[in-house]
């Protein structure tokens, strides 16, 4: 069955420290790849997006993540965190053959220290 | 410049109460979306729709119904409130399904007790 995890509930990190947030997934092909960002009482944001080409993909506030097919995964990285970018981040897999959905990994939530 | 806008924000049902949940987006677009989001859990699509008048069940359509007799509007119906109800509802659309991202609404908050 297809899946998505994300292993991190919860990260901490210092601001202008760097960061990476993992995603895997469970899927027989190459699916389309999103990672969306949710600030406190809002909706989700997409950062950024991969449906084929160049692995790395550069997403809008200084996001990049890189698909990597043999270890089906999608991680998001930032070179140095801002106070802003404190929220929390999904990411979602999108199955193709007919069922227009995206399944979303059940977030990991990334608080910035001062 | 709308997008996807949801009402209401905020409300608490009684157990056994129906509701409806409002969802209208002014960007023309084909797709519609009802996820609800639990803590810990990530979101979980309800229904879904690729143009006015088909919908279509998703993961957890139980206890939810749906209509689309226009491109803009997609309520959310839920007939008999349970408590397992009680979540975040979030309301998305998109021009093209999976090639295009979700514009989503900035959700509603129902408690049911």
Redesign the interface.
């Known amino acids: 069955a297809q899946s998505v995890t994300q292993p991190d509930i919860h990260i901490t990190v210092s601001e202008g420290a760097s960061l990476e947030l993992r995603c895997n997934y469970s899927y027989g092909a190459t699916p389309y790849l999103f990672w969306y960002v949710q600030s406190p009482g809002q909706g989700l944001q997409l950062l950024l997006k991969y449906f084929s080409g160049d692995t790395l993909v550069q997403g809008i506030k200084g996001f990049e993540a890189e698909f990597k097919r043999s270890q089906s995964s999608f991680n998001l990285r930032k070179p140095s965190v801002h106070w802003s970018d404190a929220a929390e981040y999904f990411c979602a897999v999108g199955f193709s053959g007919g069922y227009n959905k995206l399944i979303f990994g059940a977030g990991t939530r990334l608080a910035v220290h001062p | 410049n709308a997008g ?1 806008t949801q009402t209401p924000k905020f409300r608490i049902l009684k157990i056994g109460q129906s509701m409806t949940l409002q969802c209208t987006q002014d960007m023309n677009h084909n ?1 519609m ?1 009802w ?1 609800r989001q639990d803590p ?6 309800i229904y ?1 729709s ?1 143009g006015a008048g088909i919908t279509d069940k ?2 957890v359509p139980n206890g939810y119904n749906v209509s689309r007799s226009t491109t803009e509007d997609f309520p959310l119906r839920l007939e008999l409130a349970a408590p397992s109800q009680t979540s975040v509802y ?1 309301c ?1 659309s998109s021009y093209q ?3 295009s ?2 514009h ?4 509603t908050r129902l408690t049911v007790t």
């Open positions: 996807v797709y979306y996820y810990g859990m990530g979101l979980k699509l879904y690729v998703g993961e979030f998305a399904g999976l090639n991202p979700l989503f609404g900035n959700g």
